[in-house]
């Protein structure tokens, strides 16, 4: 990920630049996008295994796991957010201005801490397979128990000590996945959000004025697919329900489509919060990238609660 890609506000034309942007967007919205797989932990100068699992309704997954060492130990799995990979986000290839998030630094860190880590795709991203239309967390959580299964079937892995970091969707994928799946004893939930106001705040940004009427549409076509509408997704339902699992939240200072106030909710809900860490930032994606600076925070996070 070039440092000209994070610092730049134009973006390059995507593939689709002839279509109009609300149909694009929706598409993005409901179906998602593939970033390519261009890195590897290789290029941290870590091992890894390829890892391929299917999520709790069949479909197939994959990612890596770096191991530790033969040890077994504590894991970490990384859940990532909308249009992402297991490798974080590559600025460039949307229709609006993001930045990108790599994830390969906090996975280091852990690796070194001790921790075995697993990166994978969600379903709808990277090298993983198919499951229309994306839902934010409500049917991915699927794919979060089928990594959850994988850990728990390594010998290496210390089935009592699993911890996940989850970005945006990913974090309200492991926030809804909690209470119905095995134990997850820390999770560092960056950036969750409610859906009705995420995509409020962020249609009116990319198409004006209109743009949340557009977005609140697409409940029609959730109920044709017979998925969960995004108007009713909230994850402060399963947020009352995470139990002993240990929460840190984290929100950026300056996000333009989420709300500290939301987060502050979910922290408040949850059982074992350690509150909401308010990280100075200036937009929604350099919020995320508390996971790519912060590292040594990351890897202390999980030392001192796994």
Not at 162 to 189: E, F, H, Q, R
Request: proline content about 8%.
């Amino acid at each position: 990920m070039s440092r000209s890609q994070a610092e730049s506000p134009e973006r390059p034309a995507t593939a689709e630049r002839g279509l109009p942007k609300l149909f694009r967007l929706t598409k993005l919205m409901v179906y998602g996008d593939r970033q390519p797989v261009t890195r590897t932990p290789a290029d941290v100068g870590l091992d890894f295994e390829d890892a391929v699992f299917t999520a709790t309704d069949g479909v197939e997954l994959r990612g890596w796991f770096l191991p530790s060492g033969p040890e077994r130990g504590p894991a970490v799995v990384f859940v990532h957010g909308w249009l992402w990979n297991r490798a974080g986000n590559a600025a460039g290839r949307v229709p609006f201005v993001d930045r990108d998030v790599d994830f390969l630094p906090a996975a280091k860190a852990l690796h070194d801490a001790g921790f075995h880590v697993l990166l994978f795709d969600l379903s709808n991203h990277g090298e993983s397979g198919k499951r229309p239309p994306l839902t934010m967390g409500r049917w991915e959580a699927r794919d979060f128990d089928g990594a959850m299964g994988y850990l728990r079937s390594r010998d290496d892995v210390d089935a009592a000590r699993i911890g996940a970091l989850g970005t945006s969707a990913g974090a309200n994928t492991v926030m809804y996945a909690i209470p119905g799946g095995p134990p997850v004893k820390a999770l560092l939930a960056v950036q969750p959000t409610r859906l009705p106001v995420f995509n409020a705040n962020f249609s009116r940004e990319v198409l004006g004025p209109l743009g949340p009427a557009a977005a609140r549409s697409t409940d029609l076509l959730y109920a044709l697919l017979r998925a969960p509408l995004p108007s009713r997704h909230d994850p402060a339902v399963p947020a009352r329900k995470l139990g002993d699992t240990v929460v840190q939240y984290v929100q950026g200072t300056g996000d333009p489509w989420g709300r500290m106030s939301i987060v502050e909710e979910f922290s408040d809900l949850t059982p074992n919060s350690l509150g909401v860490i308010a990280y100075p930032s200036t937009g929604r994606y350099e919020g995320y990238q508390y996971v790519s600076k912060e590292a040594a925070d990351v890897a202390a996070f999980f030392t001192a609660n796994l």
